[in-house]
């Protein structure tokens, strides 16, 4: 069962009302996951952003830094709904399929992720957008591969340098990004590292990629 909560949030940028559906919980029938983390469920998953985009002045804001108010009495009706970045790509064509990662970059450039937290969110959602562009076996233009290629490689490489996993599950991650980098010897080095039980048939596949030189993201078995 699906539970969905109305919550009335003030924009940090332009302190009016604006509201937010929050979904409580959900139930997941299927999941494929990727080797970079991503996870296509049946059904989708409701948008969870944290990043949201305020309709009264049109900026974004993170979800984090806005008051919620708690006024109960409030009447929601003249209030309007935020969007998340999605939203405003939801149709895509071909010619525009960086738009969304192009979005997330020029975000990154006006620094407003402020902190590394926030930074490797949003570096994370423009991976996964960057890697969506190949992981779905599309034909897609050579300017387009190209393009994708460049932001890849800057996002990775920052992205790198501030994650610092603690986890089984991030080390993967962090492996990941170093193959898809095509640096084969680090990524191995981090998975020889990873030891728990759970992680070992990720481990192996990811390491199987490695030996075989692809900087491909691709889907897991395990
Ligand atoms: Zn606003």
């Known amino acids: ?17 604006v509201q937010t559906l929050e979904i409580l919980s959900y139930h997941i029938f299927e999941s494929v996951l990727f ?39 409030i009447d929601t009706y003249n209030i309007r709904s935020v969007l998340s970045p999605s939203d405003l790509f939801a149709v895509r064509n071909s010619e525009d399929l960086l738009g969304q ?10 620094n407003f992720a402020n902190n590394n937290e926030k930074e ?9 957008e960057l890697n ?8 897609v233009k050579v300017t387009i591969l190209d393009e994708r290629e460049l932001l890849l490689r800057d996002n990775l490489l920052h992205l790198i340098k501030i994650f610092n996993p603690s986890y089984e599950e ?9 193959r898809e980098l095509g640096e084969f010897d680090f990524a191995q080095t981090i998975l020889e590292a990873i030891r728990e039980q759970d992680f070992i048939g990720k481990r192996n596949e990811l390491f199987r990629a490695c030996n075989s030189k692809s900087v491909r993201v691709f889907k897991l078995k395990n």
């Open 1 to 17: 069962m699906t539970l969905i909560d109305n919550n009335i949030l003030t924009c940090p940028n332009c302190t009016k009302c």
């Open 35 to 73: 080797s970079d983390g991503k996870a296509d469920t049946t059904p989708i998953i409701p948008n969870i952003s944290r990043i949201l985009i305020c309709p009264e002045c049109n900026k974004e804001f993170w979800k984090d830094d806005a008051e919620q108010t708690v006024d109960t009495k």
């Open 101 to 110: 990662a192009r979005y997330y970059y020029k975000l990154l450039k006006e």
């Open 120 to 128: 490797i969110y949003l570096r994370m959602l423009l991976w996964h």
């Open 132 to 139: 969506d562009i190949v992981r779905y076996n599309i034909p």
């Open 170 to 178: 991030e080390k993967l991650l962090l492996a990941e990004m170093y």
